[in-house]
């Protein structure tokens, strides 16, 4: 079973920045690709952004440059950097891993850490 276990939210005020770490019990080569997701009060969960193969990104657009995913294989990390952050950005993040396996999907998700913006 993996586990992914979140770290790095916390209170910030708008304007400022906070990096969120994601760190995984097996490799990360495993995975096809990892992500970021977001959910507000009252919200669906949302995808911020996506790291796969090559190290291909995709931003949500109302993330875009201002966020910045990455992933560190050898040390099992996955990272959400958050500049110019917005009142709009509260939310709990979630660290996913995804893929396909033998053609059919897996995901893995973390426990969420809270993001809180003061405007």
């Known amino acids: 079973q993996v586990q992914l276990e979140e770290s790095g939210g916390g209170l910030v005020q708008a304007g400022g920045s906070l990096r969120l770490t994601c760190v995984s019990s097996?490799?990360?080569?495993?995975?096809?690709?990892m992500a970021w997701y977001r959910q507000a009060p009252g919200k669906h969960r949302e995808l911020v952004a996506n790291?796969?193969?090559?190290?291909?990104?995709n931003y949500a657009d109302a993330v875009k440059g201002r966020f910045t995913i990455s992933r560190h294989h050898t040390k099992n990390t996955a990272y959400l950097e958050m500049n110019s952050l917005k009142p709009e950005d509260t939310a709990v993040y979630y660290c996913?891993?995804?893929?396909?396996?033998?053609?059919?999907?897996?995901?893995?998700w973390g426990q969420g850490t809270q993001v809180t913006v003061s405007s």
């Open positions: 790291i796969a193969d090559r190290n291909v990104e």
């Open positions: 097996r490799s990360t080569f495993r995975f096809a690709a």
């Open positions: 996913n891993a995804h893929g396909t396996r033998f053609a059919r999907r897996y995901d893995y």
